[in-house]
Structure formats: C-alpha cells, structure tokens
Nanobody
Framework: QVQLVESGGGLVQAGGSLRLSCAAS????????MGWFRQTPGKEREFVAA????????AYADPVKGRFTISRDNAKNTVYLQMNSLKPEDTAVYYC?????????????????WGQGTQVTVSS
C-alpha cells in the first residue's frame, strides 16, 4: 500500500514563497513519474507540475511557469514543489500523486496514488 504525505503548506503573503514536500512510503516510487495538482472549492482538480522518474523531464501548467519548480530526491522517496512569487490565485489545496507508468501526464485520472492534500493560502 502506497502512502503519500504532503507537507509545507500554510499562509503566505503575495510575493512570498513556500516549499511543498511529498513523502512516499510503502513502495519505492523512484521509477515512476510524480505530479502536483491543486483544487479549489467547486472546481476540478487541475494540473500544476509533473516530473519523470529521473528528474530529467518536467512539465508545468502555464499559470505557474517560471514561478514553480518541481524536483525529486529518489534516495528519500520525496518530491518537492518550490513555489515562488505566489499570487492569491494560487490559493488551493495542493495534492501530490504518483503515476505507475513511464511517462508524465497532465490528467489527474491517470495517476494511481494520491496524498491527502495540503492547504496553501496566499493573502493579497
């Protein structure tokens, strides 16, 4: 059984930074792509960023390009999301997810395991 646990969320002022972490247990995920998604009330979960198994390939949603950076430490079975220049519209619950395949993807339904989410709130 795979468990993903996010941490690092919180309240920050616009322009500030946060670093989210996602620690995996129960199974090594170093061979699989990982992703970050976010969701606000009444909206569907949306893609934020993804990274392949080695970290050599990354992808970002347009609203976060140039501000967010996804990375991973396979030795620690952990994925990170560094979020800089945060905006109020980044406010959401952020989820990490693991995809048991070889390629990264943008669709939440193609990810197999999910964390419980961590709240990020950006004040103006």
């Amino acid at each position: 059984q795979v468990q993903l646990v996010e941490s690092g969320g919180g309240l920050v002022q616009a322009g500030g930074s946060l670093r989210l972490s996602c620690a995996a247990s129960g199974r090594t995920l170093s061979s699989y792509p990982m992703g970050w998604f976010r969701q606000t009330p009444g909206k569907e979960r949306e893609f934020v960023a993804a990274i392949n198994w080695s970290g050599g390939i990354t992808a970002y949603a347009d609203p976060v390009k140039g501000r967010f950076t996804i990375s991973r430490d396979n030795a620690k079975n952990t994925v990170y999301l560094q979020m800089n220049s945060l905006k109020p519209e980044d406010t959401a619950v952020y989820y990490c997810a693991a995809r048991l395949s070889s390629d990264i993807h943008y669709y939440p339904r193609l990810y197999n395991y999910w964390g419980q989410g961590t709240q990020v709130t950006v004040s103006s």
